[in-house]
């Protein structure tokens, strides 16, 4: 073998980010370099370039919090790592010769947190300085480009000529599915679905794909200005869903300020996980005072859903599909319902529950003090007709 790096994959596999890492690499010196990238309360190494065989990996997964990912705010500089508690423990947990390092955050156009560049040396570098952050920022640049391209290209080649297409040509469905008052059974709102006829890939590959490929916000701001042209036609308001990624865009406020918000609620949807909560809660706030109600969902499927919770205050908590379904006759998931109802009404929120399918569950639900709900039992999704009211 020659050369002075060690394959971390099949030849095959070498990308355009593995060239640059290499490039980085050699430029500034050090002995290893790596991208990783954020998945929520994660980071993921996703590239490496070393000199020496070490047991760093494509795939691994760190712990944001006890890596050294949420440091590097915006760039971390460390030239003795010996004198730095923290990656001195980390060196010695992952078995990795740290000696000094230097990373930067890379972060989208949109202002949205990425992941990290960073590199290390196996020995101290009392030379490292600004001048090598100024490296990794002008090459972070280029690398996340290149990221992201590839990233579009895991999703499938087309799929932003796919989503850009589907929206030109309005080939978008909205179905309307019930929101009703359990105890009374009047319905008080509806959610907009999105459909896409004609296609053969489901509802939630269509959302998956045109996120992964960049072009998320796009479709689902066109779902939304479909389903405004039918808040004439509905009693109540209309529930719409948007991402976190969508919410966070720097031009989403003004869009956003023709929307007849006393007339909606903003579904907060999971399609990527929230990278700054602050600015969220000022964007909800700023709804909020046009009249938005604002509905979290999935509440209860997991740690990180109630934190969520948490973080938004939210006017409506939506109940997971599997706390709802079969809850009359198992007695975790009463307690599990009872304690998000406890938990709603503490915060002044209202329990919706998805789902709904049978009448067992239907009346175990209201014994719990759920007061809303949605369902194949309360009303399947369907089309709106033209001029017609719901």
């Known amino acids: 073998m020659t050369g002075d790096a060690w394959p971390v994959g099949p030849v095959a596999t070498f990308s355009g980010v593995d060239a640059l890492l290499h490039l980085a690499r050699r430029q500034l010196g050090m002995d290893h370099a790596s991208v990783s990238r954020f998945d929520g309360p994660v980071c993921r190494v996703r590239n490496v370039s070393v000199a020496h065989r070490v047991r760093t990996r494509t795939g691994l997964t760190h712990v944001r919090a006890e890596c050294a990912c949420d440091r590097v705010a915006p760039a971390l500089l460390v030239p ?34 990425w ?25 972070g640049e280029t690398l996340l480009d290149v990221l992201l391209a590839e990233e579009a290209q895991d999703a499938g080649p087309h799929v932003v000529d796919e989503v850009h297409d589907v929206v030109a040509r309005g080939a978008l469905q909205v179905v309307l599915q019930p929101l009703v008052h359990l105890q009374t059974g009047m319905v008080v709102g509806h959610e907009a679905l999105t459909r896409f006829p004609g296609s053969d890939k489901p509802t939630s590959a269509w959302f998956h794909d045109a996120t992964v490929g960049g072009v998320g916000p796009v479709l689902e701001r066109a779902t939304v200005e479909r389903a405004l042209e039918l808040v004439p036609h509905v009693k109540g308001r ?16 003004a869009w956003a300020e023709r929307l007849p918000w006393q007339r909606l609620i903003l579904e907060i949807t999971e399609q990527q996980p929230v990278e700054d909560y602050d600015r969220l809660g000022e964007v909800l706030t700023h709804l909020r005072a046009s009249g938005a109600l604002v509905a979290v969902d999935d509440t209860g499927s997991g740690y990180s859903s109630l934190r969520h919770a948490l973080a938004v205050e939210p006017d409506l908590v939506k109940l997971d599909l599997s706390l709802v379904q079969s809850v009359h006759s198992d007695d975790a998931r009463q307690a599990l319902v009872s304690a998000v109802c406890s938990f709603a009404e503490r915060i002044g929120a209202r329990v919706v529950a998805e789902g709904i399918e049978t009448p067992e569950d239907l009346a175990c639900l209201v014994s719990l003090g759920v007061q809303l709900g949605q369902g194949y039992l309360l009303g399947r999704p369907s089309v709106l007709a033209t001029g017609a009211a719901s």
Do not use: Y
């Open 80 to 113: 003795d790592a010996a004198q730095d508690e923290h990656l001195a423990r980390l060196a010695q947990q992952w078995d990795l010769p740290i000696g000094s390092l230097a990373a930067v955050l890379l972060t989208t156009a949109d202002g949205r947190p």
């Open 115 to 139: 992941g990290t560049l960073s590199v290390t040396a196996a020995d101290a570098r009392p030379d490292l300085g600004e001048d090598v952050l100024a490296t990794l920022h002008s090459l």
């Open 238 to 253: 209309l529930s719409i869903n948007l991402s976190s990624e969508t919410l966070l865009q720097p031009t989403f406020l």
